[in-house]
């Protein structure tokens, strides 16, 4: 275990130092209070402090749903006049899952030990993001906790149904695309072969389409294992290369690009930002240190860079409407919101307004994705499924001919 030297006020006013051995923080100044001495100052020592720093600690997490919901009852239970302490533990006694109740544990020792509730978040890491401490902080901060921690609780569940809309629109367009491969994959390498063995017994000249896919059938039987190492090695390189800032900066503007796709990236993107943003502000975070914690929302390179910009004009005295207009990549509607919102000074309101409208985009850009891609792909499949009939059924027809 780690050793703690500290600097306590004992009982008769002399400052003394020493040291403890305990397995955190709070567990050692437990102990300097046990010896009936006020702890002043509490560190681990050197060594230990470069060892847990090279350890990675591996803690479980809760999914954001599940947040949500702790963040929910949290803020019910600040709101029937419960101090914060005592709010914490109800929530730990209800806890239903094993992950839940760890987290609580950490939050309830930290905060214990004197740490303030977004500290507590922070130290232990995900799920708790920039976002929510930063909504944590701000509530720490205002004494609005349990008003704060509400709106949290809404941003985090709109969070949740976004992502499952995204999901659920798709899912079948997916599915159709796997069994199109599937289908594909089985008529070449399975059916093909028997029903081209009599046509090659007969020594044909074979259509181009059958070559084509024979040797196509040939080649997958021939070299399977190594075109499966393939697609995993290529899986890979496709990932180490995105991890590149500047690669994924590049994919992330390709893809805002992409007709309906990236209409339907900034539409989600655009919605979240305007619902995070209002509700930093309304909950009193600077425009500044909102716009940082919004920016790791966005989910896409491209819009992150622009918000980056918008920071960087906002910090020199510029409003938010004019950089956010030249960026390029938002909606019109946005911006004259947020100048009326600046102009007005409830930029806040006019955001968590206007949030509404956005979200009411996102399904109306999520219907037409979810029209336009099975439409796309059975048009895909209509031409690989004719285009592999023509190869089966022409060799036939011209053994029909032979023997005929």
Avoid: C
């Avoid at 509400?150 to 709109?158: N, S, T, V």
């Avoid at 976004?162 to 367009?173: H, I, N, Q, S």
């Amino acid at each position: 275990m780690p050793t703690f030297r500290y600097q306590s006020l004992a009982a008769d006013g002399a400052i003394t130092n020493g040291s403890v051995v305990a397995p955190d923080r709070s567990a050692a100044m437990r102990l300097v209070v046990q010896k009936g001495e006020t702890p002043l100052e509490l560190e681990m020592s050197a060594a230990d402090a470069a060892a847990a720093v090279g350890r990675r600690v591996v803690r479980p997490v809760i999914t954001r749903s599940e947040l949500a919901d702790l963040i929910r009852e949290l803020a019910t239970a600040l709101e029937a006049g419960l101090p914060l302490m005592q709010a914490l533990r109800t929530v730990r006694r209800q806890a239903a899952s094993k992950n839940l109740q760890v987290i609580l544990d950490f939050v309830i020792e930290r905060v214990e030990a004197g740490v303030t509730l977004h500290q507590a978040a922070k130290e232990y890491g995900p799920p708790f993001d920039d976002m929510t401490t930063g909504m944590l902080r701000a509530a720490d901060a205002s004494g609005r906790n349990a008003e704060i921690m509400h709106q949290l609780a809404d941003l985090l569940e709109r969070s949740v149904e976004l992502r499952r809309e995204v999901v659920g629109a798709v899912v079948y367009p997916l599915m159709i695309a796997g069994l199109i491969g599937a289908s594909v994959i089985i008529l070449i390498v399975f059916v093909l072969p028997r029903v081209m063995k009599p046509i090659l017994q007969a020594k044909l000249d074979l259509p181009l389409p059958t070559i084509i896919l024979m040797d196509a059938s040939d080649f997958i039987l021939a070299w399977w294992l190594v075109i499966l190492g393939a697609m995993v090695l290529a899986w890979i390189s496709w990932r180490n290369w995105l991890a590149f800032p500047a690669n994924r900066l590049r994919f992330d503007t390709f893809l805002l690009r992409v007709p309906v796709v990236g209409r339907l990236v900034r539409d989600i993107a655009v919605a979240r930002f305007t619902r995070t943003l209002g509700t930093l502000v309304s909950a009193g975070i600077p425009i500044l240190s909102a716009l940082r914690i919004v920016r790791d929302t966005l989910g896409n390179a491209a819009l992150t860079r622009a918000i980056d910009q918008v920071s960087d004009k906002v910090t020199t005295g510029q409003s938010l409407a004019d950089p956010l207009e030249r960026s390029g990549h938002f909606p019109p509607l946005l911006v004259q919101i947020v100048n009326i919102g600046e102009r007005s000074g409830r930029l806040e309101q006019m955001l968590l307004h206007a949030a509404g409208s956005f979200d009411r985009q996102v399904n109306n850009s999520l219907k037409l994705f979810t029209r336009i891609l099975p439409t796309v792909l059975l048009i895909v499949m209509a031409l690989v499924a004719s285009f592999v009939l023509s190869a089966i059924l022409l060799p036939i027809i011209e053994l029909q001919k032979a023997v005929g």
